[in-house]
């Protein structure tokens, strides 16, 4: 089985030893940015294909991602010494950002290792949920709209209409997606995502809709 833990450390030190952006490497090989750092930050499990695309990338056999020039880390204790804090000045550095249909979603504290949290900053501008995709996993997420008014579709509830000030949190078992809504050009919101540890790995399922297929399904 691999090591999730050894081999995202050991892409996170290639990229750097190889001056690599993340947005780089996705180009090179498919991969989605968001998935690349989910892997960098041992929350997603690779597979022998996405493992040959990386190798590749980095010009290196398969075998020489599981190996590590760094020192191997200590064993987990019960407790840590220090409390671990990260800080972003978006003023100070750029953020990993990953298109996503017509949204950015700008992604903070990606140098973290091992949180089982995602925080993003997104940008959303598509006006249809038909013309973008939906999503589910094991986990929970929070958001708060920042700005504008979004809509928010899920599958076992009827469409919310969200504005700024308004908070919202769903468990993300089921299909869900957000867009602006109809008099508005951009909503920005804040989210966080919840990845339920005890699901090895935490997988991202995607999946577009027709606006038939969804009545269906929720049976409106």
């Excluded at 929070?142 to 969200?162: A, H, M, N």
Aim: glycine fraction near 6%; charged fraction near 30%; aromatic fraction near 10%.
């Amino acid at each position: 089985m691999i090591d999730k833990t050894r081999v995202g450390n050991r892409i996170r030190e290639l990229r750097r030893e190889r001056k690599l952006t993340l947005e780089q490497v996705s180009k090179g090989t498919g991969i989605p940015v968001s998935s690349l750092s989910r892997i960098e930050n041992t929350r997603l499990a690779l597979n022998v294909e996405k493992m040959a695309k990386l190798a590749k990338v980095f010009d290196l056999e398969v075998s020489e991602l599981l190996e590590s020039t760094q020192p191997q880390a200590e064993p987990v204790r019960p407790r840590r010494p220090m409390a671990r804090r990260a800080i972003e000045k978006r003023i100070d550095k750029d953020l990993v950002v990953e298109e996503v249909g017509q949204s950015q979603a700008h992604y903070l504290f990606s140098s973290i290792n091992g949180a089982n949290i995602q925080t993003m900053y997104y940008e959303v501008s598509g006006k249809s949920p038909w013309d973008t995709y939906f999503l589910k996993y094991a986990g929970e997420k929070s958001t708060y709209i920042i700005e504008g008014r979004g809509v928010l579709y899920s599958e076992f509830y009827t469409p919310q209409i969200l504005e700024a000030g308004d908070a919202i949190f769903i468990d993300c078992d089921g299909w869900h997606c957000l867009v602006a809504a109809e008099d508005c050009d951009v909503v920005k919101l804040f989210v966080v995502n919840y990845y339920d540890p005890s699901v090895n790995p935490p997988e991202m399922e995607t999946k577009e809709f027709t606006e038939q297929e969804w009545n269906a399904l929720t049976g409106s």
